[in-house]
């Protein structure tokens, strides 16, 4: 069974809205087995809402629709409906009383104008509103030669699309096909090799037709290897999915560093609680990135003491007493120059471990491979020095700096274990 999800309204195709009903709706339909094809965003316009219904009822069976059922001019999902269907828009009795009880429950007079909230393509079914003013339609378009398409268009406002979906469409799109599947999917987090380097690592896992699939996406340097798997329950899917992880983890490695929506800074966190060690950062590129970041994902505990940011020469010496020597002979963006950084972030703070990221070259678009930013991280064994080449975006380069200064932590701990 496929689906299609319609979002509407101008504040989505103008850009001022993001939408982020159609993920959701996606997700929860992938969940019981019905494969999302299409995801189509259109304006507040009646010709183009007929055109894009009509499109969508016939490329998928399930029609989701979000957003056009409020009640005023530019709210044209029930009239796009309707004239698709060639019917006639009716007042429904009962949806015009909830409407009323919905207002009185608010001690407010109802406009007349909310009276189109209860006007329903004919033969159509009202989707309860529990909590707000506009219903939502279930309506079938016939097809010829097939079965006709479910269309279902539900509210804009997410609580109450997500309300309705859970307790009205779900268990109609199980009535409408009792044999559907589940769909499950497993996220793979990986950092430090690039997304065709990592391919190349993997046997023939990332191809078409292959069950369960494995696709890759890149964002900002992490490679999130998703796989999917499509049975007849949720155990089975995870079955199906399992021998693929441990493949994955087998061919790459410390390359994996988490599943799901694991970040690098949540897994250096982990890591740090499960040695009970603390620490500090002292970050002279990333701007406090990396402290950000730390300290988001350290829930407010003690394993990350503090960060201190440095912008000159003068408050690399003045804060972690890198010697204006050193700077002056060897320049700041150097290996000798980030480990007194580090020496000094770890004696100001007391920290088990600081970590220290050096200042990023001032470059441009056309960066040289040759560009590299130095990193280093002191601990009781000494302090480790490593740097990284500057590849990528220039807007992208503080992230990918600072994802590299958390990965080059992970594995130190990861080697503790």
Do not use: Y
């Amino acid at each position: 069974m496929l689906a299609e999800i319609i979002s509407i309204g101008d504040e989505l195709t103008s850009g001022q809205r993001l939408d982020t009903n159609s993920q959701w709706l996606s997700r929860r339909l992938g969940e019981i087995g019905i494969r999302v094809l299409f995801h189509t965003t259109v304006a507040d316009d009646i010709e183009a809402n007929v055109r894009v219904f009509g499109q969508a009822a016939e490329r998928a069976d399930v029609v989701m629709a979000t957003g056009g059922l409020g009640p005023t001019a530019d709210d044209l999902t029930r009239n796009a409906l309707a004239e698709l269907s060639g019917r006639k828009l009716v007042l429904d009795e009962n949806a015009l009383e909830h409407l009323r009880a919905i207002f009185a429950f608010f001690g407010r007079d109802m406009p007349e104008n909310n009276v189109v909230q209860a006007m329903f393509p004919e033969g159509s079914r009202m989707i309860l509103n529990p909590n707000g003013t506009a219903p939502g339609i279930d309506l079938d378009i016939p097809r010829k030669g097939r079965s006709p398409a479910r269309v279902f268009a539900l509210p804009g406002v997410p609580a109450e699309m997500k309300q309705m979906f859970e307790a009205t469409v779900l268990p109609a799109l199980r009535q409408l096909s009792g044999s559907l599947r589940v769909i499950q999917h497993r996220q793979i987090r990986c950092f430090g090799k690039g997304e065709s380097h990592l391919e190349r690592m993997l046997p023939d896992l990332v191809r078409r037709g292959r069950q369960p699939s494995v696709g890759i996406t890149v964002s900002d340097a992490t490679i999130t290897l998703r796989i999917t798997a499509e049975g007849a329950s949720v155990e089975d899917c995870q079955a199906a999915i399992e021998p693929t992880v441990a493949t994955i983890r087998e061919c790459l490695g410390d390359l994996v560093f988490g599943e799901g929506d694991d970040e690098l800074e949540h897994v250096v966190a982990r890591l740090l609680s499960e040695w009970g060690k603390t620490l500090s950062v002292a970050e002279w590129g990333t701007g406090g990135l990396v402290a950000e970041r730390l300290q988001s994902a350290s829930g407010g505990s003690d394993l990350f003491v503090g960060g201190l940011v440095v912008g000159s020469p003068r408050t690399a010496h003045d804060l972690l007493g890198v010697p204006d020597s050193l700077i002056a002979e060897r320049g700041a963006n150097c290996g000798e120059v980030v480990e007194a950084m580090a020496v000094g972030c770890r004696k100001r703070t007391a920290a088990d471990w600081s970590l220290a990221v050096g200042p990023l070259p001032e470059i441009d678009r056309k960066a040289s491979s040759a560009d590299r930013v130095f990193f280093a991280l002191a601990g009781d064994e000494g302090v480790a020095v490593r740097s990284a080449p500057l590849v990528g975006h220039p807007d992208m380069l503080k992230t990918r700096a600072a994802k590299q200064a958390l990965n080059m932590v992970r594995l130190a701990l990861l080697r503790q274990r």
